[in-house]
């Protein structure tokens, strides 16, 4: 950026705007939105930042501490220009997306909608819209953009980009064509798309993606909010997780964490989140063995809240499983061929998974391993232990999502 100063110099203002780099100075306040981050030397009175600096930089979410509260953080200057490398102009997304046009529109959730969009390059991107009404927004914005611009694994949704202009708040990532697997698994046509070929693809890519956030990658993750809408299937049906505005990160050598606000999804939180508040890698493993179980039988377990059935799939599962009539409850559309031992050895993981000790459950590395081979022995698993929304602490703030 040297050379730009010589450009600026003695001019009473700049812009330079790129595709991913947006750089601006002036002689008077030219941004209109709330400062998210306060640089060094910004006067806490002044409302303004110096003249030659950003605007706004977001702030880089950081460890949780033992007892599970976040702790300070100063921005240090390589994860500045990691989130500077990224900036997307505003007019580059308006005229990505047809100024956010409702026919662009993939869909919207809690914090805001998300459209498809393609930029100058040809590249299609998805671009997530948080609502301007929204304060969590700016939490979940802050949590994503920090935890995902560090990770790079083919079965994450990667992150494009951010853009902070005009008091929008957007996150740009890749475009996955397939969408969610909710929308395709719980569809009673479209998940005759899913053969057992491509179910045991997707079991497999969820689990290498949460080895990669838990054990593999620079950071320790804690996703906290798995379930199959937060899981995108690319043009050949490769699983991506997506959505980290829940996300924690912990410390190396830190096994556990708790909170008094415990927010997730109902019929994914391991029970000991629900009731406790305590959080983990084993509390992602509980979602997970729970994805696991919907996928092998294409049923929600979410149905057990908006029907009158009066057991849980993993109730149910369990059922059929000490009965020897487990494979029962495979999804009635897989009727190609199958491996009726791979069927087995995916229910089986994933009754681990739902152990209701998080001591029981086992590391997603080794989940890996006994999927993908035969001659890994697994240990018999006890019955899982389910609460759902109406067996909750009354002593936390419970948020559904």
């Known amino acids: 950026m040297d050379y730009l100063a010589n450009l600026f110099t003695d001019s009473i203002g700049a812009r ?41 930089v977001p702030n880089v979410f950081t460890p949780v501490t033992a007892a599970g509260k976040d702790t300070g953080y100063s921005t240090g200057a390589a994860d500045i220009d990691s989130v500077d490398s990224m900036l997307i102009d505003i007019l580059t997304l308006r005229a990505a997306t047809s100024d956010f046009a409702e026919i662009n529109k993939l869909g919207e959730g809690g914090f805001g909608a998300v459209y498809k969009g393609s930029l100058p390059n040809g590249e299609e991107i998805a671009v997530k819209r948080l609502s301007k009404s929204s304060t969590q927004g700016v939490e979940e914005l802050k949590n994503e953009l920090a935890v995902v611009a560090k990770l790079k694994h083919k079965n994450l949704v990667r992150l494009v980009g ?19 697997l909710d929308k395709i698994l719980f569809d009673s046509e479209k998940r005759e798309q899913l053969d057992w070929g491509k179910r045991y693809k997707i079991i497999n890519g969820i689990a290498r993606g949460l080895q990669y956030l838990h054990e593999d990658s620079q950071l320790k993750v804690v996703h906290r909010d798995l379930k199959a809408s937060n899981v995108l299937l690319d043009t050949t049906m490769n699983p991506k997780i997506s959505d980290f505005g829940l996300a924690k990160l912990f410390e190396p050598d830190q096994s556990q964490a708790v909170t008094s606000h415990v927010v997730g999804t109902y019929g994914y939180m391991a029970p000991e989140y629900v009731m406790g508040g305590n959080y983990s890698v084993k509390s992602d ?31 149910t599962v369990w059922e059929h499983w000490t009965a020897g009539t487990v494979l029962s409850v495979m999804d009635p559309c897989i009727s190609s061929s199958f491996s009726e031992s791979d069927v087995l050895r995916c229910i089986h993981v994933g009754l681990l998974c739902v152990q209701g000790n998080p001591a029981d459950r086992s590391l997603m590395s080794s989940v890996v391993m006994m999927l993908g081979s035969d001659t890994v022995s697994l240990s018999a698993p006890s019955k899982p232990t389910f609460h759902g929304r109406n067996s909750v602490g009354t002593n936390l703030g419970i948020t559904s999502i």
């Open 16 to 56: 330079f705007v790129g595709m991913r780099c947006s750089y601006r100075y002036d002689t008077v306040p030219f941004f209109d939105g709330p400062l998210m981050v306060r640089l060094p030397g910004t006067s806490a009175d002044s409302g303004a930042p110096p003249a030659s600096a950003p605007a706004v």
């Open 285 to 315: 493993a509980f979602s997970f063995g729970v994805m696991v179980l919907e996928i092998v039988s294409g049923r929600n377990n979410n149905d057990y809240y908006d029907s009158q059935q009066s057991d849980d799939l993993l109730t």
């Open 162 to 180: 951010v853009c902070l202009e005009q008091q929008e708040r957007l996150l740009v990532y890749e475009f996955v064509p397939n969408g969610s």
